[in-house]
Structure formats: structure tokens, C-alpha cells
């Protein structure tokens, strides 16, 4: 598929972002979002492995969908191992509603990070409504490749900073929770465990 990037045509890029916008082709699929697993997924925490030169036809299908998934969410990143797929993949916009700015990171890795550290409340779509402060390094520099093969490297601050360590951490089945201590992280897991069994008890 010809495209921007993010594996889809500028125009439908526009639509599936910004949720089938008023004018479009009623014709047009309605990209099916991936249902996002819930710890305790194993998948989550096991390390997820490197794309290949084959994986291409599986991303440019994956990629717009865990857009769709992640818009609909709604988030400002999701990893591949959050969707079921054992891939070193994730999709990151931070500002969805205003001006789409999506990226996909193919192989990310963490080049550098700042001595000094920035503190932010963390969510994450693994772990529906459990919120903590996480402190991580406030700038980092990151190198990924995107879906037409070419290498980027970037410098991060502030929430974009947290995203993108937030998202490679999901590829190395590192959540947020194991940046707290023993007591918070086993607070957030007891708090999941029980909704879960009153959700199955119905
Ligand atoms: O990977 C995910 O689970 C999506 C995360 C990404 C994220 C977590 C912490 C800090 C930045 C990004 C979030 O659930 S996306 C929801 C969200 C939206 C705005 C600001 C922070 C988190
Ligand atoms: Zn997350």
C-alpha cells in the first residue's frame, strides 16, 4: 500500500485517524480494532522479539489496526505484545484528537538516556484504571526503523519521553507497575485480581 509512513494512504490515514470523518466513503472498511490484553497475559511480560525483513505484509496489516485500536481506546502509544502479537512493534501518537502525528517504531532501542528524571502519573491500557506516579529519565534518544525500512533517531522530552519508555518497556515485558515499590505494584495487581474475578463471578 502506497502511503505516509504508517502503512495506509494519506487520504483513508485521515479517516481512520480521525475515526471515519463526516465525508468519508461510506464504502470504506471499518478497520476491525485487536481486542488489548489485560494482566496478567504472559505475553506481557515476556520479551518480545525482533521484526524481520519477512514480517512486512503481517505489519502493513497489524499497524493500522493497532492505530484504530489505540485511537479508540484511547491512547497515545500501544505496543504489539499488548494486541497478542510477539513483535519488537508499537504505534505512538500524542496528540490523536488535534493534529494526527502517528509513528511507528520498528525495533525501537533506548540510545541514551538524561541523569535527570521526570515524575508522571501512568496509565496503561494493560492495566484498565490502575493509575501510579512512575519516575523515569526526563529526555531520552531513540533509534527505530519505520515501515519503509529507514532508520530514525530521535530525542525525547516530557510526555513524549514517557511514552516511548513506556512502550519499549512493554517490548521487554516490563510494565509500569515494576518501576514502583514491592507494596504499590502488589497493590495495583491485588486491585486488578479482584475486579477480575468480580467481572468472571458476573
Ligand atoms: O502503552 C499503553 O498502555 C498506552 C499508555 C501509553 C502511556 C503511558 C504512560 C505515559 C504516556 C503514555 C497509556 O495508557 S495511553 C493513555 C494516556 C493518555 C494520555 C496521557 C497518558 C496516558
Ligand atoms: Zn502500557
Known amino acids: 500500500m502506497q502511503g505516509d509512513g504508517a502503512g495506509v494512504d494519506p487520504v483513508g490515514r485521515h479517516r481512520y485517524i480521525a475515526g471515519m470523518a463526516a465525508d468519508a466513503d461510506p464504502a470504506l472498511p471499518i478497520l476491525p480494532t485487536l481486542p488489548i490484553l489485560v494482566v496478567p497475559e504472559p505475553l506481557l511480560k515476556a520479551r518480545a522479539r525482533r521484526v524481520q525483513p519477512g514480517d512486512g505484509a503481517l505489519i502493513r496489516d497489524l499497524v ?5 485500536t489505540m485511537y479508540q481506546a484511547p491512547g497515545i502509544g500501544l505496543a504489539a505484545p499488548q494486541v497478542g502479537v510477539d513483535l519488537r512493534l508499537a504505534v505512538v501518537d500524542l496528540m490523536p484528537g488535534e493534529k ?7 525495533n525501537p532501542e533506548i540510545l541514551a538516556v538524561s541523569e535527570e528524571t521526570a515524575t508522571r502519573e501512568e496509565g496503561c491500557l494493560s492495566l484498565p484504571g490502575q493509575y501510579a506516579d512512575v519516575t523515569r529519565p526526563a529526555r531520552v534518544k531513540l533509534r527505530y526503523v519505520d515501515p519503509e525500512g529507514a532508520g530514525h533517531e530521535i530525542e525525547a522530552e516530557g510526555l513524549f519521553a514517557a511514552c516511548l519508555q513506556h512502550e519499549v518497556d512493554h517490548l521487554d515485558g516490563v510494565l509500569f507497575v515494576d518501576h514502583l515499590s514491592p507494596l504499590k505494584r502488589n497493590m495495583i495487581l491485588r486491585r486488578l485480581a479482584k475486579e477480575r474475578r468480580l467481572k468472571e463471578a458476573g
Do not use: N, S
Open 64 to 68: 493500522p489496526r493497532m492505530f484504530a
Open 100 to 106: 494526527p502525528a502517528p509513528l511507528v517504531l520498528i
